[in-house]
């Protein structure tokens, strides 16, 4: 018997220095926006609330979509990629996996990565506030924080008011003044929560 087996199965909470508050959203190397959207839109039914550059390669572009309960998955996608079938690494793989977290445990977050030993990197990213780093297999993990508080369900709602507000203002991607104007809009209170001062993490405006 592995000491894997030992380990107890419950739902408590384990005792860790801080935990998450769930799957804010996965995000995926996709292949062309066209047969994207096709599929997860055209198809599934789910809606695109966000098109903007991908802010680590703004020579890619980021799509998101509502799954249906405002959580989101998204895409980084290229016209210079056909979709294929069948798993292999590229088009389909997983590029990073995004969990929600609390912002009033930030601080406590990075004290935590670093003291275990993970290096990590804190960015705006205009709709929402992320600490990277990487897990035991080389594989992206994200922390993420909404940078305002958005009730639950309403998340693609706001998102997709916020693109509207970002094409019709020419910014290249969502920032503070969308992501306000858009809870105004909709009738939401504007919430912004404390959260570290951090640059995009692109060179796009």
Same mark, same amino acid.
Request: charge should be negative; aromatic fraction near 8%.
């Given at each position: ?54 802010? $680590?390669? +703004? #020579? ?7 799954? @249906?309960?405002?959580?989101? !998955?998204? =895409?980084? %996608?290229?016209? $210079?990629? +056909? #979709? ?7 088009? @389909?793989?997983?590029?990073? !996996?995004? =969990?929600? %977290? ?20 804190? =960015? ?82």
């Amino acid at each position: 018997m592995s000491n894997d087996d030992l380990t107890p199965v419950t739902a408590e909470p384990p005792d860790a220095p801080f935990h998450t508050t769930g799957t804010d959203h996965v995000t995926v190397w996709g292949s062309n926006a066209e047969d994207t959207i096709a599929f997860y839109r055209d198809l599934l039914g789910m809606p695109l609330v966000l098109r903007q550059p991908n802010l $680590d390669d +703004p #020579s890619q572009t980021h799509l998101f979509f509502d799954t @249906g309960d405002g959580r989101i !998955l998204t =895409f980084f %996608v290229s016209d $210079d990629r +056909p #979709s294929a079938r069948g798993q292999r690494p590229g088009v @389909g793989a997983v590029h990073h !996996l995004c =969990f929600s %977290v609390d912002p009033e445990e930030y601080e406590g977050i990075m004290e935590a990565l670093e003291a275990a030993g993970h290096g990590y990197n804190v =960015f705006d990213r205009g709709v929402f506030h992320s600490i990277y780093t990487r897990d035991n297999n080389g594989l992206v993990i994200e922390l993420s924080s909404d940078k305002y508080e958005i009730p639950d369900g309403r998340k693609g709602e706001v998102l997709a008011a916020a693109q509207r507000l970002r094409e019709a203002d020419g910014a290249d991607f969502a920032q503070d003044r969308h992501m306000e104007g858009a809870l105004e809009e909709l009738g939401l209170p504007v919430v912004k929560h404390d959260l570290p001062d951090a640059s995009a993490g692109t060179g796009v405006n």
